[in-house]
T-cell receptor, first 111, second 114 residues
Framework: EDQVTQSPEALRLQEGESSSLNCSYT??????LFWYRQDPGKGPEFLFT???AGEEKEKERLKATLTKKESFLHITAPKPEDSATYLC????????????FGSGTKLNVKP | KAGVTQTPRYLIKTRGQQVTLSCSPI?????VSWYQQTPGQGLQFLFE???????NKGNFPGRFSGRQFSNSRSEMNVSTLELGDSALYLC?????????????FGPGTRLTVT
């Protein structure tokens, strides 16, 4: 079965301290890998879609990369407002519109 | 473009009751998925509807059901509520296409079962 594992579970950074979040996946034919940001009590907010190994996407301080087995979300010089839970999801070619979500990385950026 | 809307936002029910949650997708989106989110289990897939047909189903008991209307709006129903059904229920909509398309989530319905 398709699976997504995210690490670390929680990450505490000082403002300006860059780091990366990891998303490892097992899927029978990747249709897409998605990154979301979720604030407490709210629905996940879409960030990026990656379709194939080698692809990269950027948005402000965030950059997502994709290999054949994992994706990284790089956070450059984070600010306190970047504090949130970051979720990774994959869509395989088997179940057409079924998404498999990881358990997320809870990021806390201290001023 | 208006986002995904869910009603009600908050619900308090007692064990044994049933509940119906509603979701209106983004205009033009024909696929609607439902998820249950709890602190311990994360996002768990319930089911997905497209053109009024259930295409995918997660591993939840038959007490959880859903439907989709011709205007793509969707409802989910939980019968005989249990304490463990307390969760944030999220609805997500997406376009139907040949390539993968991202899902857009609503704000969720917070269900508390007492």
């Amino acid at each position: 079965e398709d699976q997504v594992t995210q690490s670390p579970e929680a990450l505490r950074l000082q403002e300006g301290e860059s780091s990366s979040l990891n998303c490892s996946y097992t899927v029978s034919g990747l249709r897409g890998l998605f990154w979301y940001r979720q604030d407490p009590g709210k629905g996940p907010e879409f960030l990026f879609t990656l379709y194939s190994a080698g692809e990269e996407k950027e948005k402000e301080r965030l950059k997502a990369t994709l290999t054949k087995k994992e994706s990284f979300l790089h956070i450059t010089a984070p600010k306190p407002e970047d504090s949130a839970t970051y979720l990774c999801a994959v869509q395989g070619r088997g179940d057409f519109n079924k998404f498999y979500f990881g358990s997320g990385t809870k990021l806390n950026v201290k001023p | 473009k208006a986002g995904v809307t869910q009603t009600p936002r908050y619900l308090i029910k007692t064990r044994g009751q049933q509940v119906t949650l509603s979701c209106s997708p983004i205009s033009g989106h024909r696929s609607v998925s439902w998820y249950q989110q709890t602190p311990g289990q994360g996002l768990q897939f319930l089911f997905e509807y497209f053109s009024e047909t259930q295409r995918n189903k997660g591993n939840f008991p038959g007490r959880f059901s859903g439907r989709q209307f011709s205007n793509s709006r969707s409802e989910m129903n939980v019968s005989t509520l249990e304490l463990g059904d307390s969760a944030l229920y999220l609805c997500a909509s997406s376009m139907q296409g040949a390539v993968a398309s991202e899902q857009y989530f609503g704000p969720g319905t917070r269900l508390t079962v007492t």
